[in-house]
């Protein structure tokens, strides 16, 4: 066998590895671009947050609709709006203040859909959300995220300006419109529908890294919101075609293969990025040093 | 005597406050102020910290609505608000080249789909020459020095062409040449019957360009000609005033 075809062999040869690239590339091409804008808004860690907060709606979404993006996408929606309130009220009410309080709600949030998962559904269930079933897409799974990037995607085009504007300069925006508020919510709706679609795929633990990592990755590359969008869409895809031929070649999990291939690729990006990474960093300190040093002392 | 021009504008006030509270449920930010803008008035707004200022702007802009009072608007056509805030207020580090910093002042023609016609391109180059930015466009707003993003924010608001301007102190991080250049802009806008009203700290700057001033302290000080409001006595019970919160 060629060393070429090593690369597309398994991919030709089996269908649920041609399925489990399609959907992770699917759920890379939407949650690259919506991890552009988390961190553009600074809530990298709200995805992550936000990932384990929506769990017990989302499985009772589940448990009772069963594969339905809908009453999933509902069930996540409330309960993520729900550990929001809450998180801030307290903030509110006591000293304490709400990154804190988010994070014992997200954690209670993330106990009680594990418990809900497990009372209800059967070991392999809690397995499947933890970790995904991406070397087991059924057509159900691949059309829903499919479906879901899609929409992500067309109506992440649609509020393309307002949500660029939201996050450089909010007070700007709302003197001139009412859709700032709007447009915020939008945005997390569409955060809770991929997640919801990347559990399918990766697992609540691992959704959020096809999210971040090449999101931050790109930020070392790209000096427009645009071309880190369509950066990070690219790194998270080629982090699944990746992370599938590792995991088939090593025999190991296929999710975690996938973020620790684009974790590979962030670090990569930091490291040789001409936007700031480390080695660009450190050639131009030793330019300055120089330079400065090219100046003749005075006698 | 035959109405003045000045006498008209009285009558029609771009923005008239009765007494209007605003603030929060446990603290009063302004109390009790009444008075009105004219509308073509070029006024300063100053006052001590924590006087109400940026309250004040916020509450015109609508952003708030007031625990009492009411805030009155001429309501005219071109009569709309555009505001400019403070530096801090926003993220420089952003990733987006000046000239679309400067374009999102267009939005309230082009919205959220519209194309940027020619029409619009014109403008935008206009702007970052009467700001004397027009080579750096393609600079990525994170390069610019804080006197560079002050006049890229002028020039933004430029784009906007709205009847009443509300800048939120415009001039706290900038050198001495740019506060020339940006205050010479600020009185062309005015000389075009434009209502222009700033938030500042520096009384002389004030004392020499506004004819106009509003004294703040939690409370209306004094509101008229500058001469007349910035007074000794009225500054000290500004400070006076402003310092009885802490007590």
């Given at each position: 066998?060629?060393?070429?075809?090593?690369?597309?062999?398994?991919?030709?040869?089996?269908?649920?590895?041609?399925?489990?690239?399609?959907?992770?590339?699917?759920?890379?091409?939407?949650?690259?671009?919506?991890?552009?804008?988390l961190?553009?808004r600074r809530m990298s860690l709200m995805g992550d947050a936000m990932?384990?907060?929506?769990?017990?709606?989302?499985?009772?979404?589940?448990?009772?609709?069963?594969?339905?993006?809908?009453?999933?996408?509902?069930?996540?929606?409330?309960?993520?709006?729900?550990?929001?309130?809450?998180?801030?009220?307290?903030?509110?009410?006591?000293?304490?203040?709400?990154?804190?309080?988010f994070?014992?709600?997200?954690?209670?949030?993330?106990?009680?859909?594990?418990?809900?998962?497990?009372?209800?559904?059967?070991?392999?269930?809690?397995?499947?959300?933890?970790?995904?079933?991406?070397?087991?897409?059924?057509?159900?799974?691949?059309?829903?995220?499919?479906?879901?990037?899609?929409?992500?995607?067309?109506?992440?085009?649609?509020?393309?300006?307002?949500?660029?504007?939201?996050?450089?300069?909010?007070?700007?925006?709302?003197?001139?419109?009412?859709?700032?508020?709007?447009?915020?919510?939008?945005?997390l709706?569409?955060l809770?529908?991929?997640?919801?679609?990347?559990?399918?795929?990766?697992?609540?633990?691992?959704?959020?890294?096809?999210?971040?990592?090449?999101?931050?990755?790109?930020?070392?590359?790209?000096?427009?919101?645009?071309?880190?969008?369509?950066?990070?869409?690219?790194?998270?895809?080629?982090?699944?075609?990746?992370?599938?031929?590792?995991?088939?070649?090593?025999?190991?999990?296929?999710?975690?293969?996938?973020?620790?291939?684009?974790?590979?690729?962030?670090?990569?990006?930091?490291?040789?990025?001409?936007?700031?990474?480390?080695?660009?960093?450190?050639?131009?300190?030793?330019?300055?040093?120089?330079?400065?040093?090219?100046?003749?002392?005075?006698? | 005597?035959?109405?003045?021009?000045?006498?008209?504008?009285?009558?029609?006030?771009?923005?008239?406050?009765?007494?209007?509270?605003?603030?929060?449920?446990?603290?009063?930010?302004?109390?009790?102020?009444?008075?009105?803008?004219?509308?073509?008035?070029?006024?300063?707004?100053?006052?001590?910290?924590?006087?109400?200022?940026?309250?004040?702007?916020?509450?015109?802009?609508?952003?708030?609505?007031?625990?009492?009072?009411?805030?009155?608007?001429?309501?005219?056509?071109?009569?709309?608000?555009?505001?400019?805030?403070?530096?801090?207020?926003?993220?420089?580090?952003?990733?987006?080249?000046?000239?679309?910093?400067?374009?999102?002042?267009?939005?309230?023609?082009?919205?959220?789909?519209?194309?940027?016609?020619?029409?619009?391109?014109?403008?935008?180059?206009?702007?970052?020459?009467?700001?004397?930015?027009?080579?750096?466009?393609?600079?990525?707003?994170?390069?610019?020095?804080?006197?560079?993003?002050?006049?890229?924010?002028?020039?933004?608001?430029?784009?906007?062409?709205?009847?009443?301007?509300?800048?939120?102190?415009?001039?706290?991080?900038?050198?001495?040449?740019?506060?020339?250049?940006?205050?010479?802009?600020?009185?062309?806008?005015?000389?075009?019957?434009?209502?222009?009203?700033?938030?500042?700290?520096?009384?002389?700057?004030?004392?020499?360009?506004?004819?106009?001033?509003?004294?703040?302290?939690?409370?209306?000080?004094?509101?008229?000609?500058?001469?007349?409001?910035?007074?000794?006595?009225?500054?000290?019970?500004?400070?006076?005033?402003?310092?009885?919160?802490?007590?």
């Amino acid at each position: 066998m060629s060393g070429i075809e090593l690369l597309y062999m398994p991919f030709a040869e089996f269908g649920f590895m041609r399925r489990a690239l399609a959907g992770s590339a699917a759920l890379a091409l939407a949650a690259g671009p919506l991890g552009v804008f988390l961190i553009l808004r600074r809530m990298s860690l709200m995805g992550d947050a936000m990932a384990h907060a929506i769990l017990p709606g989302v499985a009772v979404g589940f448990l009772t609709a069963g594969l339905s993006l809908t009453a999933m996408t509902v069930g996540g929606m409330l309960t993520g709006l729900l550990v929001a309130t809450l998180a801030a009220g307290v903030a509110r009410l006591t000293p304490q203040r709400e990154d804190a309080s988010f994070a014992a709600f997200y954690l209670v949030s993330l106990g009680v859909g594990v418990l809900l998962i497990s009372l209800r559904g059967s070991n392999m269930e809690l397995i499947h959300v933890l970790f995904g079933t991406v070397l087991g897409l059924d057509d159900g799974a691949l059309l829903l995220v499919s479906a879901t990037s899609s929409v992500s995607l067309v109506v992440l085009a649609l509020v393309f300006r307002p949500l660029v504007m939201e996050c450089l300069d909010p007070l700007f925006l709302r003197s001139e419109s009412r859709m700032g508020p709007v447009v915020h919510v939008v945005f997390l709706l569409l955060l809770v529908m991929t997640l919801v679609a990347g559990f399918q795929v990766l697992g609540t633990l691992m959704v959020v890294g096809i999210m971040m990592l090449p999101a931050a990755a790109a930020r070392f590359w790209a000096v427009s919101v645009a071309g880190q969008m369509a950066l990070a869409a690219g790194a998270g895809v080629f982090a699944s075609y990746a992370g599938l031929l590792f995991s088939y070649y090593a025999n190991v999990p296929a999710s975690p293969a996938i973020i620790l291939c684009a974790g590979i690729v962030y670090f990569i990006s930091v490291s040789l990025g001409p936007q700031g990474g480390l080695w660009q960093v450190v050639r131009q300190a030793r330019a300055r040093r120089l330079r400065f040093s090219r100046i003749p002392e005075r006698d | 005597m035959a109405a003045s021009p000045k006498a008209r504008d009285d009558a029609f006030p771009a923005i008239e406050l009765d007494q209007v509270c605003l603030g929060w449920r446990d603290k009063v930010a302004v109390r009790d102020l009444s008075g009105r803008f004219p509308q073509g008035s070029l006024t300063a707004v100053v006052g001590p910290n924590g006087a109400g200022k940026s309250t004040l702007l916020r509450g015109i802009m609508g952003w708030m609505s007031p625990l009492a009072g009411r805030i009155r608007l001429s309501g005219r056509p071109g009569d709309d608000l555009a505001f400019m805030p403070q530096q801090g207020e926003f993220d420089r580090g952003f990733p987006v080249s000046t000239r679309d910093f400067v374009a999102m002042g267009a939005w309230r023609r082009v919205g959220p789909w519209r194309a940027f016609g020619a029409a619009e391109h014109e403008r935008i180059d206009a702007a970052l020459q009467a700001v004397g930015l027009g080579d750096f466009g393609r600079r990525p707003l994170a390069t610019l020095s804080g006197g560079q993003l002050q006049r890229a924010l002028f020039a933004r608001l430029m784009l906007h062409d709205a009847g009443i301007f509300m800048l939120d102190e415009p001039f706290s991080a900038v050198d001495r040449a740019t506060t020339d250049d940006l205050m010479a802009l600020l009185m062309e806008w005015n000389a075009r019957d434009k209502t222009v009203i700033v938030v500042l700290h520096d009384l002389d700057l004030v004392r020499r360009h506004f004819p106009q001033a509003l004294l703040l302290a939690g409370q209306g000080v004094a509101w008229g000609d500058t001469a007349d409001v910035l007074t000794p006595e009225n500054l000290h019970l500004a400070r006076h005033l402003c310092a009885g919160d802490y007590l």
